[in-house]
């Protein structure tokens, strides 16, 4: 009988610890609730950490970079070239307590990336000409190599850019990111990963 008991303490032993353990890695960070509420600050440190069993919950977040992919979508430029764009970002929680309390998990930040991303890019691709979006600096267009050696100066300034794609990408970066802060997130960069010409 006395073995038995043992063993019981034992096992209510280890459930305890088990429940009152958890570790946090180098690419985490963990808000406890307890009930729902948060309790203290973010566990940001690597190593083992307590908490009070079966009442604390921890709940985990990524701490490094997060990839965002947007959906490729048909949009118009200054000029009025339709074009189809394919946008990619990086971001990161910086403030795991305000993604908790706001949009709580990754499914639901990639929801709201949709939704201030997408129309910033839309923004930035409407403002300026295609040419702009499409090339960086007003270097030469090798069209010497295809036998087009009679291009006129009036057709070079058709070429020429005032704001290049590292501009544009920048304004979508300046647009997005304070909309972001609300959520904890820090967009980190966005870049125009294809853009192709529509069929027509």
Do not use: C
Request: aromatic fraction near 8%; avoid cysteine; charge should be positive.
């Amino acid at each position: 009988m006395r073995g038995i008991v043992v063993l019981v303490i034992i096992a209510v032993a280890a459930v305890v610890a088990k429940g009152s353990l958890y570790t946090v890695s180098q690419v985490e960070q963990v808000v406890i609730t307890q009930f729902g509420r948060i309790i203290g600050k973010p566990k940001i440190n690597p190593g083992l950490k307590f908490k009070i069993p079966f009442i604390q919950k921890a709940n985990y977040f990524a701490k490094n970079l997060l990839e965002w992919d947007g959906d490729p979508g048909q949009i118009p430029t200054l000029d009025k070239t339709f074009i189809w764009v394919d946008t990619f970002a990086r971001w990161k929680i910086v403030d795991p307590i305000t993604f908790f309390q706001t949009v709580n998990n990754r499914f639901n930040a990639i929801g709201k990336l949709n939704d201030i991303i997408d129309p910033a890019v839309r923004n930035a691709i409407t403002s300026h000409r295609l040419i702009s979006a499409v090339r960086n600096t007003n270097r030469e267009m090798d069209t010497a190599e295809i036998g087009r050696e009679d291009e006129s100066e009036n057709k070079r300034d058709t070429y020429a850019i005032e704001i290049g794609r590292g501009e544009i990408t920048r304004g979508i970066l300046q647009q997005a990111q304070p909309k972001l802060t609300a959520f904890g997130i820090e967009l980190v960069d966005v870049k125009l990963k294809r853009i192709n010409y529509v069929e027509q």
